[in-house]
Every structure is written in structure tokens, then in C-alpha cells.
């Protein structure tokens, strides 16, 4: 190579760098679906024509109020009848693939919201555990101490999510941070918030915080409330 070369080349690899170092800001600020560069803090409102609930509306009607998790201390534990017990960091969860669904929450006091949700299917956490054969009946534990369950077969046959962003935005301590199991056709009480544990079991008796205050087990918005 000669003298003038080599110049030229140091000149480019500068060059090069200093590109990188100027346009690495750009780089892996929003998330891109659709070509739809989308900033983190916008909430989506409307959403395959559907016009959304927006957050900003929202109240919480929880046993204990807004709670706040650690993350860098937190696992999402699987456990129970299972092959192999689980603990999974929020990075962990987000690795699995994701799914957007827009599906409405009905709370039993009378209110409702459409949400677009974001987040993992149960049944591929649960797979990954190995269900055991006995196991039937899926108890969500949370933070507070909230408690409540989903039977195994229906967690399956409806795709069941367990969500960890609305209209696009992260759960907060408000509404459930880091992760709401999103009960589709379910009364309100069934999606819990700040869930910290799914326990895979066979007592099909086990009754969370509101199914023993006399709410129905099964939860279907098209049954009754009340357990008869
Ligand atoms: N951990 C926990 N999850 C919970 C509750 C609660 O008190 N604690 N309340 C339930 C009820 S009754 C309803 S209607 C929904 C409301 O969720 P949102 O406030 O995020 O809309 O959360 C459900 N999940
Ligand atoms: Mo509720």
C-alpha cells in the first residue's frame, strides 16, 4: 500500500465511525411494527379501526392499591404440577414470542375498557414447564396477595395472554407492572395484576380472593356473577 493509500483509508474508517457514533442515538429508540416507528411513551388509541379505552381514564379498583415491583429483583415463578419449576426474569418473559390482541375488561362494579394488549402466551410458558398430567386447574398469585385461577383447558383453547404492555405502553404500578393475565371473556376479577406466580394445580375447589367472597369460579361474562 502506498503512503497516500493508507491516508485515504484511515480517513474513511474515521469517517465511519464518527457516522456510527452520531446515528447510534437513532438506533433502537421505539419499536418498529409495520414500518410504524412507535416513541415508547405514546399510548395507541385507536388501533385496526377500533377506537381504545384510553389509560388516562382509568381508576384503580384493587384490594391494596397501585404496587410497586423491583425489577432487577423480580422472577415470575412457575411452579406446582410441573416438570421443572420455573424462575423467569421480566427479560426472560419478554424473550417468548408476542402476540397483540384488543379485548375489553368488565368489572363487575359496571365499568369497562378496550385495550389493546401486549404480551406472551401462558401456554407457551407453561409448556416450557411441562404441565403434569394431574394439573388442571392454573392459580395466579400477585403482590398484594390478590389471588385468583383460570382452568387449564380454557387458558389453551383461547390463547390466553399474559400481558405486559396497554395501547402500547409498558404496565405500570397502577395497572399491574409487570404482568396482567388478560382474561378474554372473563369478568375483571380473573385478570390478575402484579402476578408474581402461576401454580399449576389439580384443586379444582381452590377459591382466589373474590370467587370466596362468593364471586362465580368459572368468571364468564356470559354467565352469572354470583355463584348460585
Ligand atoms: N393483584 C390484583 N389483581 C387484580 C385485582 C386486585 O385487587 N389485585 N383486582 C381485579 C379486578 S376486580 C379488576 S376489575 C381488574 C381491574 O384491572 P385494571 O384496574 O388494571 O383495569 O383487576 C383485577 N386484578
Ligand atoms: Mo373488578
Not at 452520531?22 to 414500518?35: A, C, Y
Not at 379505552?53 to 423491583?70: E, H, V
Amino acid at each position: 500500500m502506498t503512503k497516500k493509500k493508507i491516508i485515504l483509508c484511515a480517513a474513511a474508517a474515521v469517517a465511519a465511525i464518527s457516522a456510527l457514533i452520531i446515528f447510534s442515538p437513532l438506533i433502537g429508540k421505539g419499536s418498529r411494527e409495520n414500518d410504524i416507528v412507535q416513541l415508547e411513551d405514546s399510548e395507541i388509541l385507536e388501533y385496526q379501526g377500533e377506537n381504545l379505552t384510553s389509560l388516562s381514564t382509568f381508576r384503580d379498583n384493587s384490594i391494596k392499591g397501585p404496587q410497586k415491583t423491583d425489577i432487577k429483583d423480580y422472577n415470575l415463578i412457575i411452579d406446582g404440577l410441573v416438570e421443572k419449576k420455573l424462575s423467569l426474569s421480566y427479560r426472560d418473559v419478554l424473550k417468548y414470542e408476542k402476540y397483540l390482541k384488543t379485548i375489553t375488561l368488565h368489572c363487575v362494579e359496571g365499568w369497562k375498557a378496550k385495550i389493546l394488549w401486549e404480551g406472551v402466551l401462558l401456554a407457551d410458558l407453561l409448556e416450557k414447564a411441562g404441565v403434569k398430567k394431574e394439573g388442571d386447574l392454573i392459580i395466579f398469585h400477585a403482590l398484594d396477595s390478590y389471588t385468583s385461577s383460570l382452568s387449564l383447558d380454557y387458558i389453551l383453547d383461547n390463547n390466553i395472554l399474559l400481558a405486559y404492555k396497554m395501547n402500547g405502553l409498558p404496565l405500570t404500578p397502577e395497572t399491574g407492572f409487570p404482568f396482567q393475565v388478560a382474561a378474554e371473556d372473563k369478568w375483571g376479577y380473573k385478570w390478575v395484576k402484579w402476578v408474581t406466580r402461576i401454580e399449576v394445580s389439580d384443586d379444582r375447589d381452590f377459591k382466589g380472593y373474590w370467587e370466596k367472597a362468593g364471586y362465580n369460579q368459572n368468571g364468564d361474562l356470559s354467565g352469572s356473577k354470583f355463584a348460585e
